[in-house]
């Protein structure tokens, strides 16, 4: 059951009742909190015990590093509350069968399944204790009038969670939208509801945008959240250019909360409960691959967790003046990395997705959708949803010149490209602009 006192309280906290006047101060914070996590975590997790043998709590930044394959095989051992994966798979892949959430937990612990765009599904727990805190930080973090203001929350996902329900509270409204519900429903539904706060995926949040063009929805809503999927410049100006309002953003995952837009629209990492190293795969760039260190979390713990996503950091301060880490974009996942020829020398070079998107967004604004795939040949597939007034053939060889060029810049060879039908269906599966796919 929840708390609401708990709530309150992460709330005041996460809202700034903990201020650090420096980065020094707040890494300090941070070392603190990570010594105690870890020593707290070793008698709890017999898998960590394991994992960092031999290493004391004020060494963890050498503890060997965790991923989503390395938590899922050792899933009965790692977590702290006698969850098997068997007992965690059954009851999540009950309730996504049946559509019937409220029934998804074990011993007063949440399960969850992750959404698994690669297809490896991962699992989350959480406690009363962590869904108190996790609601009280959401809140603190998103909510645009603050805690004692009514709100009506519409929250898109493929599965809803107790975890998302618990948000519903007080003044607060919360209605869950399936994906994969029929669109004219769920636009009905939102007409019915008018929700001042939509927090959907970018793929759903331009199906809404068409239908507001459309006259099928007429309200407007005071906060726009993108979640699930990467934010793509293409989205954000449709977005933005009918809403007239800053799309903010949330980056989450099965691994936590990681980070929230400020009122800039700048997304900064949530470092008051999580800390993030910086793997850098392009330092000239600012782009790395996040490892993550939850020291709030002990049902499943997660420390030194490396992510598959790339984020690129922020070139300068945001204006908010918050000391959390600014990020510019979160690009992606690291396998959506495409790979061409070098012009000159046998080897493959490095071609991130915020490359590919902006050459093909440069191209025409005649474009509303798109999609690149690259196949295991190297063969890249361009498709695209076009304006009608525009002329397809003309957009089709913008794109290819400035596909070209990126290519010449980056001293490689274009690979054969291929212009396909778009075919993309939001709620199904989650969209990825820009994707890599080995063996096709």
Aim: proline letters at 4%.
């Amino acid at each position: 059951m929840s708390n609401s006192f708990r709530i309150l309280a992460h709330y005041a906290v996460a809202r700034g009742l903990r201020r650090w006047k420096t980065r020094e101060e707040l890494e300090r914070w941070q070392e603190r909190r990570i010594r105690r996590h870890v020593k707290r975590i070793r008698v709890q997790s017999a898998f960590y015990q394991e994992w960092w043998d031999g290493l004391s709590a004020s060494e963890w930044r050498q503890f060997p590093q965790i991923d989503k394959s390395i938590m899922m095989q050792h899933f009965d051992t790692l977590n702290t509350v006698g969850i098997t994966k068997e007992e965690a798979l059954f009851l999540a892949g009950e309730s996504e069968e049946t559509r019937d959430f409220g029934q998804s937990s074990i011993q007063g612990v949440t399960v969850g399944l992750s959404s698994g765009t690669s297809g490896n599904r991962g699992i989350f727990l959480v406690s009363d204790r962590e869904q108190d805190a996790w609601t009280g930080t959401v809140l603190a973090k998103l909510l645009p009038g603050g805690l004692w203001k009514p709100a009506k929350i519409a929250f898109f996902l493929r599965a809803n969670s107790n975890l998302y329900e618990s948000v519903k509270r007080g003044k607060l409204q919360f209605q869950y939208f399936d994906l994969l519900e029929r669109v004219e429903i769920l636009v009905e539904r939102m007409e019915q509801y008018q929700p001042t706060v939509w927090v959907a995926p970018p793929s759903m949040l331009r199906m809404l945008a068409d239908a507001y063009l459309q006259g099928r929805l007429t309200h407007v809503p005071h906060k726009i959240i993108s979640v699930a999927e990467v934010l793509d410049p293409l989205d954000r100006n449709v977005l933005e250019r009918v809403f007239q309002q800053t799309v903010h953003q949330v980056y989450q995952c099965t691994e936590g909360f990681l980070g929230a837009s400020c009122e800039h629209g700048t997304i900064h990492l949530n470092e008051d409960i999580v800390h993030i190293e910086k793997e850098y795969i392009d330092p000239a760039t600012r782009r790395f691959v996040p490892v993550i260190t939850d020291f709030s979390r002990t049902s499943q713990p997660i420390i030194r967790y490396r992510l598959n996503d790339i984020l690129t950091e922020a070139a300068e301060p945001c204006a908010c003046g918050s000391l959390f880490t600014a990020i510019e974009r979160i690009e992606g996942r690291c396998d959506d990395t495409l790979y061409f020829s070098h012009a000159h020398e046998g080897i493959e070079v490095s071609v991130f997705p915020d490359f590919i998107s902006r050459a093909v967004i440069a191209a025409s604004p005649s474009i509303e959708h798109y999609r690149v795939v690259q196949r295991g040949s190297g063969v890249l597939e361009v498709s695209m949803r076009i304006s009608e007034e525009a002329d397809h053939e003309q957009v089709q060889a913008s794109v290819l010149r400035e596909l070209k060029k990126l290519a010449e810049r980056l001293d490689c060879t274009l690979p054969e490209v291929h212009f396909v039908p778009y075919t993309f269906e939001a709620g199904i599966t989650k969209l990825r602009r820009v994707e890599r796919r080995l063996g096709e």
